[in-house]
């Protein structure tokens, strides 16, 4: 005979397996989904192939096969590479994918190069620009990109030119002589997609360039600019395609951080090289700990919650940035920022040059310590990436308008590879799109079409145990759902003679009480009413329209309870969402998805997840406090590169020495600039780390910084090394540790389970 804790048992089993198909059922949806992307994107390129004529089954393979090609193996300009990197761009060894893309074009191949902000594209293409003969045409977007460019390699010795708006007619003669003469000393040239448009001049000249066998590469920086599925489309990348038409036996190289399966076929058939080798590093950022954390609806107590934040990890006025939505919104957040004492300014499209230069000023001589930009398409760019080399935190404000752009706006935070921060105002009402509770990175890695890596604590959702209570809402509470159960079987209702579904349906009806259906119910009804009348929602129309909906609700559900319903429901297959593009905006609506029958039919459970601990957010902000600041020797070396900079014609302190050369010389203290002994430099200074303090001092510098700048700073820093040494141990008389260290020591100790180790990425 059956018992009332048997029927109890088998109804805790059965839930489990409902909830088990459900989950294959969203399992098999996603992978749905992701297949209709690829068919799509296949049916495109497909399209792409016919139309260019180039779709025949010999590039197919050529281009499969290229991807086989071993481009790590030895090539004969290794040695001189490895010069160049060294003693010209002063980089002690390569990142993830640098030296293959090198070998790469170096090979003469097409190359197609997906690499995380800051992660190091550059180089890629600046160090082959060096080794091949003639001249090197870049295209980049923007003036302020180019001339960040231009800058950087002028100082390393390097002679880059641009030919823009600004350029002198001094200059531009040289530019023109030398690409139609080969007279005068060009090996790097950026241009803007314009120049390639719209000057038959300077194509006449290029084609001069070329046809004297001087035209070395074609690099086309922020390549997703191709694309009209990208983030940040312009009209006149597409005329980027005659250059592989004119110069097919140039390399062409393009270069993003940011692009979908969708993107990467839309440059390689804008830009013609389907036969490119494409490589794709990671979308992690390892250095970035992403947090989210839950906006007041009250303006002042967000800016209040971020100066509080900024003033506690960040008291020695390292540098961040806030996003903000709209242009007023910033002017009104820089205000309220520096009225509670952070010295902050506003940075957007709609100031006149002369005001936003006076911020890239204050900002460089870090008289500013916060840039409070807008969202809008091309603030991510817009600023010199120089000075946001040590952006050690970005705090949204509001939500980006994608998931690239949010990629693309919070990478710029540690673009230097050390620990830095990117924090994440959120209010459900800001768009109908948010990641479950799950690792803040994987969203990255889903979006991007990555497999999962580990965030090694990176988040403050893997960082901090939170406390989450499920309720479900499909129906009613699950609070009333057992106890509930329990009396239908109390009451002597004989289950035997029921089936399993019959059971849950009737314990469902029990519990319902019929007249009074759950919130999610009311809310797929409601949205499915106004679909058969041909009316489309927003998220927050939905929501008001719910309020009105109380007496059938028969409980009160808070605003933001129902914002998160509306999400949860999205995540669950049972609503959609709908972006509707126009030029100035992209509306979201919430329509219905696959599984809202199943709700309508009591046949799916929709839980809501509660937080139930708000203070543990506050927390792991608190907790998340990994500022980088220099000490002792490093802030001596910190200081001796703004002198060195500003006496060698103003250029970026980080030009002279990069913050992680910096940490280097200081866990190294070299005392010679040159090498003395035999040791294997390179294998020591990739695990300098573990090995810094007495004794390694053998190293000389110029293994740390390379020839050139050695030659130009090497006495000085090694006076400031000596000068430091002689002084005697630091006042604690602790061995003091490199800064990136103390971070990770930080982060390992007050978190417990954080690890950012050296890895190949940090020299
Ligand atoms: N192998 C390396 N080791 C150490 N630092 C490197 C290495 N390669 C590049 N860097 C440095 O990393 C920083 C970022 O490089 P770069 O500007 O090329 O990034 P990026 O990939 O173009 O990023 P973005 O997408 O933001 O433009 C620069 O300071 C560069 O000198
Ligand atoms: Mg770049």
């Not at 140039?250 to 494409?278: F, G, H, N, S, W």
Request: aromatic share 8%.
């Amino acid at each position: 005979m059956e018992t009332e804790v048997d029927a109890i048992e088998e109804l805790l089993t059965i839930e489990a397996e409902i909830e088990d198909v459900q989950d294959q059922i969203k399992l098999l949806l996603e992978r749905q989904e992701k297949l209709h992307e690829r068919q799509s994107e296949l049916k495109f390129l497909l399209e792409a192939y016919r139309a260019s004529g180039t779709g025949n089954s010999a590039n197919e393979n050529a281009s499969r096969s290229s991807s086989l090609e071993d481009w790590s193996g030895s090539f004969e300009w290794d040695s001189q590479a490895d010069d160049v990197r060294l003693n010209i761009f002063g980089i002690p060894s390569y990142r993830q994918n640098q030296k293959e893309i090198i070998n790469a074009i170096m090979s003469g191949r097409d190359v197609l190069v997906i690499m995380a902000a800051g992660g190091g594209k550059s180089l890629c293409y600046q160090l082959p620009a060096i080794l091949r003969d003639g001249v090197a045409l870049v295209i980049s977007p923007l003036l302020s990109l180019i001339q960040d460019q231009v800058m950087g390699l002028t100082a390393l010795g390097i002679p880059a030119y641009m030919l823009t708006s600004t350029t002198s007619k001094e200059n531009e003669k040289f530019i023109y002589k030398a690409l139609e003469k080969g007279e005068g000393e060009l090996k790097i040239l950026y241009v803007t997609p314009e120049k390639i448009s719209k000057s038959k001049r300077f194509m006449s000249k290029l084609e001069k360039c070329h046809n004297a066998g001087r035209l070395s590469l074609i690099s086309i920086d922020e390549a997703h600019c191709c694309s009209q599925w990208g983030h940040d489309f312009r009209p006149d990348y597409k005329s980027l395609s005659i250059l592989k038409t004119q110069f097919s036996n140039v390399p062409v190289v393009a270069l993003t951080a940011t692009a979908t399966q969708k993107v990467q076929y839309d440059v390689m058939e804008m830009l013609r090289i389907p036969k490119c080798v494409k490589f794709v590093s990671t979308v992690n950022r390892p250095n970035l700990f992403y947090t989210v954390r839950s906006k007041s609806s009250i303006g002042k107590v967000v800016v209040d919650e971020i100066a509080e934040f900024i003033q506690e990890s960040y008291p020695n006025s390292e540098s961040g940035i806030v996003y903000c939505f709209s242009r007023k919104e910033c002017e009104q957040v820089a205000a309220e920022l520096r009225e509670r004492g952070i010295a902050a300014d506003y940075y957007h499209a709609d100031m006149d040059v002369n005001a936003r230069e006076k911020v890239h000023m204050r900002w460089s001589k870090n008289k500013l310590q916060v840039i409070v930009g807008t969202v809008e398409i091309y603030i991510h760019i817009t600023f010199n990436t120089q000075y946001l080399l040590t952006v050690r935190f970005v705090i949204h404000h509001s939500l980006s308008k994608s998931m690239e752009t949010y990629y693309q706006e919070s990478g710029r935070a540690g673009r230097d590879g050390l620990p830095s921060e990117c924090v994440l105002f959120y209010r459900p009402a800001d768009v109908p799109r948010q990641s479950k509770r799950q690792c803040r990175r994987n969203a990255f890695f889903q979006h991007f079409a990555e497999p999962l890596q580990d965030c090694n604590g990176m988040c403050n959702n893997c960082a901090f145990c939170s406390e989450v209570r499920e309720v479900d809402v499909s129906q009613y509470f699950l609070e009333v759902w057992l106890p509930a159960a329990i009396a239908y079987v109390s009451a002597g209702c004989s289950l035997l003679y029921l089936t399993r579904e019959d059971l849950i349906k009737r314990v469902r009806l029990l519990i319902v009480g019929l007249p009074v259906p759950g919130h999610a119910k009311v809310m797929v009804s409601l949205l499915q009413a106004m679909q058969e009348n041909d009316q489309r929602l927003t998220m927050l129309q939905l929501v008001d329209k719910m309020k009105n909906k109380k007496k059938e609700l028969g409980s009160d559900i808070k605003k933001e309870e129902m914002e998160q319903l509306v999400i949860q429901l999205i995540l669950d297959h049972v609503f959609k969402e709908e972006f509707q593009h126009t030029a100035y905006a992209t509306n979201a609506y919430v329509t219905l998805g696959p599984l809202a029958n199943q709700v309508l039919q009591d046949k799916k459970i929709v839980k809501l997840e509660v937080s139930s601990k708000q203070k543990n957010k506050d927390d792991s902000m608190k907790s998340a406090n990994h500022s980088l600041t220099f000490s002792g020797l490093e802030l001596k070396l910190d200081e001796l590169r703004g002198e060195l900079s500003s006496g060698h014609g103003g250029i970026f302190p980080h030009s002279v020495l990069s913050s992680q050369q910096i940490s280097t010389i200081s866990s190294l203290k070299p005392s010679s600039t040159q090498e003395a002994s035999s040791y294997h430099v390179d294998m020591l200074l990739l695990s300098s780390y573990s090995w810094h303090g007495a004794g390694w001092n053998i190293i000389p510098l110029e293994k740390i910084i390379g020839k050139l700048k050695t030659e130009k700073y090497g006495s000085k820093i090694l006076d400031e090394i000596k000068k430091y040494t002689d002084s005697g141990p630091s006042d604690n008389g602790i061995e003091e540790e490199g800064s990136e260290n103390r971070a990770s020591k930080r982060l390992k100790t007050k978190k417990g389970l954080v690890v950012i180790e050296s890895s190949d990425e940090e020299l």
